[in-house]
């Protein structure tokens, strides 16, 4: 038997012969291939032009009724809706408003103390914004990390952008730990693997993850997460203005200082991640001359790795070789900073001049060449030291009453001074894998000693606030380690730390006479809780439930006017009209005898007859058929008018879907019972709490995308 007429055409394309190459067998897949999809495009414009039309445009007049019916003003101006302006209210304060309140209280003017004309420089630092990525909460299923970076992006970008707002601080000072994984995502060159010594540092829940980052985070990840970085504190540090305060030379935002997040710490820091770190961030070695101080930034987490155990076993030098040449040359690199900016004030120009002459190579002095290094007896400025990791201290050192996650033991009666050593105030003089909490002895005198004229330090790390005073081997250096700014930093009181400056000069660089002793004041500023934050939502949450329930009750007690619409309320979904004029005409009339409805064309029951004066009222088969009198207007005749109304006013018919045909009493009845007040009460619980819940999530999800 031969196949059928298709197969056959099929069989003899796939095996016909084309001696030219004209390609038939690919044409005639081709044109399969088209005939099917013009096939399924007609069928879709088919479906759209017909029922697909007919569906939308039911949607649509559904939709239409839903909003008429919720714009009346009995429903605008319902209870349910004075609960949700209250929501509106309360979010507005906890995501907006608070901000800006807590950074106003904070204003340089609550807590300075100059001398009346001073102009100071006012200064920010800001640590361990530590961005959420996928490294902070490995494992976490996809709807929750991904919230978690919009809210703890958001409490920082408010915090940051009231804190420029509102402050206008002339340099912004960031400590390290930009990112929370920047030293785990793959650079594009170099060698980026664990050495073999140090792969079994790395704790057990990452290793299972180790693959993972490799192959999905490397260069193009950590260039978002930098744009992210930057969309949150860079593109609004402008909100601070462009003009400088009075006396001041511009406005600066430096975020060179690296963390042991940004690189790794020690021995274990990768030589290609700083590179990639310093290229878009700034040399992490620097001095900065400010406000008429000094500030000189260390990278200390390349600088330990010149004291790890590792040192003796394997050639750390790529490490913290930069560091230490920096610290060698620093003490000059400070005295020709200081030398730029007083010849700045002075109105010459900063670098140095060199005098134009021509001479024979053979005569030339190289002996004594123009500098900006006048040596030891040059002027110098307090010195303030910026490094991530905190310096060193004995056990125990307490950190004073400040601190918020352990405040200080309660000293013994009779004792005026904090209890040292006081462990649960102190920060743990401990490490790990890629962390350390404080410098070793040997770093921390060591940076000290090769600065020289250090008079304060900050630093990073902790993400909670620290402050002490070293001890003579440290030059009783005052510390303050600075409060994390984010939220997801295990602290829950964020904040950061205000510093204004003042050092006047005279035209040399020396410090006026009469001039203030301290030229630095620092002040912490705290921001909101947000745990606090969402104590109130849950508070209020709770609260409002309750409300609606007690409402419910009341309404099915007294009788008062619900907010949930009852069936009747409804609006008919249909575009034909719900009702019909009954009345005798040529189209039909009523069987007196059976007592049910019918017409010329149908001899079954259609509808439901009942009264224009009691909607749903069904009329029994004992109808007098008297009650179909015409109107007098139309001298015993029926007038059809608009829609099939009928101008009498008597008996009509209802098309209503609760309602059901009895054969046994020949009569229309009404689907559904009257509600008991459980159910109104119940349907009025379900409706109000409805309402306000997604109305205060819209609200909520339209702050949390605006930031």
Not at 69 to 88: A, G
Not at 191 to 219: C, Q, S, V
Not at 435 to 459: P, R, T
Request: aromatic share 12%; charged share 20%.
């Amino acid at each position: 038997m031969a196949p059928p007429y298709r197969n056959a055409y099929v069989y003899e394309l796939n095996n016909s012969y084309d001696p030219y190459g004209n390609g038939s067998d690919f044409q005639s897949i081709c044109d399969d291939i088209y005939a099917s999809s013009r096939n399924i495009v007609q069928r879709i414009w088919t479906y759209i032009n017909g029922p697909g039309r007919h569906t939308a445009w039911g949607l649509a007049v559904k939709g239409g009724q839903q909003v008429r019916r919720n714009l009346t003003r009995r429903r605008l101006l319902s209870f349910p809706h004075v609960l949700v302006v209250l929501w509106m209210l309360v979010m507005l304060w906890g995501e907006r408003w608070i901000f800006a309140s807590r950074v106003q209280s904070c204003d340089w003017d609550h807590w300075e103390d100059w001398p009346a004309g001073a102009t100071p420089h006012r200064l920010i630092f800001v640590a361990d914004p530590q961005i959420i990525d996928p490294h902070s909460y490995p494992g976490r299923p996809w709807p929750i990390n991904p919230l978690t970076v919009v809210i703890t992006d958001n409490y920082m970008r408010r915090s940051y952008t009231q804190l420029q707002k509102v402050l206008h601080p002339d340099t912004v000072f960031f400590l390290g730990d930009l990112f929370d994984g920047g030293r785990e995502w793959k650079t594009a060159h170099g060698n980026f693997d664990d050495p073999e010594w140090a792969k079994d540092h790395r704790p057990a829940e990452e290793k299972k993850y180790l693959k993972e980052w490799h192959k999905k985070y490397g260069e193009d990840f950590w260039l978002q997460e930098y744009m992210r970085f930057g969309d949150i504190f860079y593109e609004n540090w402008k909100l601070g203005g462009f003009i400088p305060s009075p006396g001041q030379r511009g406005r600066k935002l430096i975020s060179s200082l690296p963390g042991n997040h940004d690189l790794g710490f020690g021995a274990e820091v990768k030589v290609p991640v700083r590179h990639r770190f310093a290229a878009y961030f700034g040399e992490t070695n620097r001095v900065d001359v400010i406000g008429n101080h000094t500030f000189v930034s260390v990278d200390t987490v390349s600088l330990s790795a010149g004291t790890s155990p590792m040192k003796d076993q394997i050639d750390l030098r790529p490490i913290y070789g930069p560091a230490q040449e920096f610290l060698k040359e620093v003490k000059a690199t400070k005295r020709r900073a200081v030398q730029k900016e007083v010849r700045f004030w002075r109105g010459e120009v900063e670098e140095v001049a060199f005098e134009q002459k021509v001479e024979e190579l053979s005569n030339a002095d190289y002996s004594n060449p123009p500098t900006l290094d006048l040596g030891n007896e040059a002027p110098d400025f307090p010195t303030i030291l910026l490094t991530h990791v905190p310096l060193w201290r004995d056990p125990g050192t307490p950190c004073g009453p400040m601190r918020e996650h352990w405040p200080p033991t309660k000293p013994p009666k009779g004792q005026t001074g904090p209890v040292i050593p006081d462990h649960r105030n102190a920060i743990s003089v401990s490490g790990g894998y890629q962390y350390q909490n404080v410098l070793s002895m040997e770093d921390s005198v060591n940076l000290i000693k090769s600065i020289g004229n250090v008079k304060h330090a900050f630093s990073g790390d902790d993400h909670d606030y620290c402050e002490l005073v070293h001890t003579p081997d440290q030059e009783n250096v005052r510390e303050i380690t600075v409060k994390s700014l984010s939220m997801a930093m295990g602290v829950p009181t964020p904040g950061f730390q205000m510093v204004s400056l003042y050092n006047p000069i005279d035209d040399q660089g020396n410090p006026i006479p009469g001039s203030p002793k301290t030229t630095l004041q620092t002040h912490l500023c705290l921001l909101p809780t947000q745990l606090s934050t969402y104590m109130t939502y849950a508070v209020l949450g709770i609260l409002t439930i309750l409300i609606l329930i007690a409402r419910a009750f009341l309404v099915s007690a007294l009788n008062l006017q619900p907010f949930a619409l009852d069936a009747d309320q409804r609006f008919s979904s249909a575009i034909l009209p719900v009702f019909k004029a009954k009345a005798e005409n040529d189209e039909g009339s009523y069987d007196a005898k059976s007592g049910s409805p019918w017409t010329s064309s149908t001899k079954f029951p259609s509808a439901r007859v009942s009264s224009a004066r009691t909607r749903g009222q069904s009329i029994s088969s004992g109808l007098n058929p008297q009650v179909r009198a015409a109107s007098p207007n139309t001298k015993g005749k029926a007038s059809p008018g608009k829609w099939g109304w009928g101008q009498n006013r008597g008996p009509r018919i209802e098309i209503r879907r609760d309602s059901y045909y009895d054969d046994k009493d020949r009569a229309w009845k009404p689907a559904t019972r009257p509600r008991s007040r459980m159910s109104t009460a119940g349907r009025e619980i379900w409706t109000t709490c409805w309402r306000v819940a997604w109305m205060v999530l819209l609200f909520f999800a339209y702050l949390t995308y605006k930031g």
